[in-house]
């Protein structure tokens, strides 16, 4: 109830976009530190289970991008460097994008 009653508000929040960009971040750079780049491998090669997330994960960010692209060309955003970014880090650069998306948006329908 609360989030349709907030849905207006949160709905395309760059600000909500980058804070939780920021914490995601914040809280990757534990196990970044503690176990390294590819500490995430073990994890999603171990089994069939760490194997099905693993291309859940892909699957869902590729789904992302053919959303968001589109959107982001019509502001004028640099695309393929973020879609490298993307693809290299998945939802570490994903909510960036989508922050940058909407606050350009919002400038946009502003001016």
Known sequence: MLLLALRGRVQESWGIAAALGAA?????AIPITQEGYLGFLPNHTQDLWGTQVWYDLIICVVIS??????????????VPLW????????SLS???MVARLFWLESRAKAA
């Open 65 to 78: 991008l053919i959303f968001i692209v589109p959107r982001a060309k019509a502001v004028g955003m640099r």
């Open 94 to 96: 994903l909510l960036p």
């Open 83 to 90: 879609v490298i970014a993307v693809g290299l880090t998945a």
């Open 24 to 28: 995601f971040i914040a809280f990757s």
